[in-house]
């Protein structure tokens, strides 16, 4: 199976920086896009960046120029860096990856578990 793992979650003032990591393990052949989704209370999950394994990137207007998606092809990582941060930024964010397993002829989804963000005011 795969497994994602977040880190670098926490609670920080309005207009401070974090940088959140994921690194996926198990039997991977090959990882396509990576990526980060948010979920604030009583709101629906979204895209927050997104990043292909060749370097292509998209953001969502609402963090386009405070973050920065990276990832690490040889360790199967992605990272956040998120700076000047909002309260409005405040939410759980996961991380995503469409993997393609060992023995395996097609990509699936697989998600972590979730790091908490809180940007106070």
């Known amino acids: 199976q795969v497994q994602l793992v977040e880190s670098g979650g926490g609670l920080v003032q309005a207009g401070g920086s974090l940088r959140l990591s994921c690194a996926a393990s198990?039997?991977?052949?090959?990882?396509?896009?990576m990526g980060w989704f948010r979920q604030a209370p009583g709101k629906q999950r979204e895209l927050v960046a997104g990043?292909?394994?060749?370097?292509?990137?998209n953001y969502a207007n609402s963090v386009k120029g405070r973050f920065t998606i990276s990832r690490d092809n040889a360790k199967n990582t992605v990272y956040l860096q998120m700076n000047s941060l909002k309260p409005e930024d405040t939410a759980v964010y996961y991380c995503?990856?469409?993997?393609?397993?060992?023995?395996?002829?097609?990509?699936?989804?697989?998600w972590g578990q979730g790091t908490q963000v809180t940007v106070s005011s």
């Open positions: 198990g039997r991977i052949f090959s990882i396509n896009a």
């Open positions: 990043i292909l394994s060749g370097g292509s990137t």
């Open positions: 995503n990856a469409e993997v393609r397993q060992y023995y395996s002829t097609s990509y699936s989804q697989y």
